[in-house]
């Protein structure tokens, strides 16, 4: 099984490989997100919640991580909810 998980996350660009990282332990790498971000990808947290938020609809992104992505769209959900009550 976990031979499987590798090929999956194989098929994910080096970018969202650390994009995934940082979203699983960005406390162990700096004492903020936005640094972490900063720090492990050398982009701007703009450009970094833009890629995220196009990673989580992309199958193969959640097939590399289910358990993230599906917390990662909870939230995301949950706060457009917020935002735009029906």
């Given at each position: 099984?976990?031979?499987g ?40 947290p ?41």
């Amino acid at each position: 099984m976990e031979q499987g998980k590798k090929d999956e996350s194989a098929q994910l660009t080096e970018m969202e490989e650390k994009v995934l990282h940082v979203e699983q332990s960005w406390w162990t790498i700096a004492k903020t997100k936005e640094r972490a971000i900063s720090q492990e990808l050398h982009i701007s947290p703009m450009r970094y919640y833009a890629l995220l938020s196009r990673m989580l609809d992309d199958e193969r992104v959640w097939k590399a991580n289910p358990q993230l992505i599906d917390r990662l769209r909870r939230l995301r959900d949950a706060r457009i909810e917020e935002r735009f009550p029906q």
